[in-house]
C-alpha cells in the first residue's frame, strides 16, 4: 500500500519560475512531514520540514504548504534556479515509535537556464 | 567530515554471493536506520536501530537479510546469497535521541548483482 504519493513525476521550470511539486498522504496518524533533496550519487539531505499545527513554514525560497483536511502538502520553490536541479522526495513518519520515513516516489526537477 | 558515512560506495557481485555494508552515524546519534532505494523510486525503511537494539524490520527484510549495531555504534547490514532483485542503493541514517525527527543520510552504498 502506497502511504504517500508524489506528483509529478518530473517537472522542468525556467530559471527564475516556480517550481510546485505535490504531495498526498492516507495515514492520518502520521505528524511529521518533510521534504528531502537529493542528487545524483548522493544521499537525501533535508530541505525543510512541517508539522500538521501549521499551514505553512517558508525557509529562504523555500516552502511547504499544508492542508490537513486534504491530506496534502507541497513544495513550492520560488525563483529556481538551474542549481535546484535536483531529484526532490516528500516523506511523511508517525511521532511515535521508530519515526521511520514513509517516502515519495520522487520528482525529478529541471531548471533550464 | 563528520556526517553519517558508508562503506564501500559501490559493490559488485555474483548472484549468490554474500555482502556486508557498514554504516558509521554520526557521533552521539543513538537512532540508526538502512533504507533501499531502488531506481527511480523513493527510499524504503528496512530497519531501525536504538543503541544496539533493533526494534522494528520492514517485511522487506528478508531472512536473507540480516542487520547489527553490535555496540550501539556503527552498523553492519548482511545479504547472503544475493539475488538480481537486491540490486539498489542502500542507505544509511542516523538521528538523535529526543524529539528533534531529522534523520541525517549518508552518501549510500550501490549494490549490483550480477
Known amino acids: 500500500q502506497q502511504q504517500v504519493k508524489q506528483s509529478p513525476q518530473s517537472l522542468i521550470v525556467q530559471k527564475g519560475g516556480i517550481s510546485i511539486i505535490n504531495c498526498a498522504y492516507e495515514n492520518t496518524a502520521f505528524d511529521y512531514f518533510p521534504w528531502y533533496q537529493q542528487f545524483p550519487g548522493k544521499g537525501p539531505a533535508l530541505l525543510i520540514a512541517i508539522r500538521p499545527d501549521v499551514s505553512e513554514k517558508k525557509e529562504g525560497r523555500f516552502t511547504i504548504s499544508f492542508n490537513k483536511s486534504a491530506k496534502q502538502f507541497s513544495l513550492h520553490i520560488m525563483d529556481s534556479q538551474p542549481g535546484d536541479s535536483a531529484t526532490y522526495f516528500c516523506?511523511?513518519?508517525?511521532?511515535?515509535?521508530?519515526?521511520?520515513?514513509?517516502f515519495g516516489q520522487g520528482t525529478r526537477l529541471t531548471i533550464n537556464p | 567530515d563528520t556526517g553519517v558515512s558508508q562503506n564501500p560506495r559501490h559493490k559488485i557481485t555474483k548472484r549468490g554471493q554474500n555482502v556486508t555494508f557498514r554504516c558509521d552515524p554520526i557521533s552521539e546519534h543513538n537512532r540508526l536506520y538502512w533504507y533501499r532505494q531502488t531506481l527511480g523510486q523513493g527510499p524504503e525503511f528496512l530497519t531501525y536501530?536504538?543503541?544496539?537494539?533493533?526494534?522494528?524490520k520492514s517485511r522487506l527484510l528478508s531472512d536473507r537479510f540480516s542487520a547489527e549495531r553490535p555496540k550501539g555504534s556503527f552498523s553492519t547490514l548482511e545479504i547472503q546469497r544475493t539475488e538480481q532483485g537486491d540490486s539498489a542503493m542502500y542507505l544509511c541514517?542516523?538521528?538523535?535521541?529526543?524529539?528533534?525527527?531529522?534523520?541525517?543520510f549518508g552518501p549510500g552504498t550501490r549494490l549490483l548483482v550480477l
Open positions: 541514517a542516523s538521528r538523535p535521541a529526543g524529539a528533534q525527527e531529522t534523520q541525517y
Open positions: 536501530f536504538q543503541n544496539e537494539a533493533q526494534l522494528e
Open positions: 516523506a511523511a513518519s508517525r511521532g511515535m515509535g521508530a519515526q521511520k520515513l514513509v
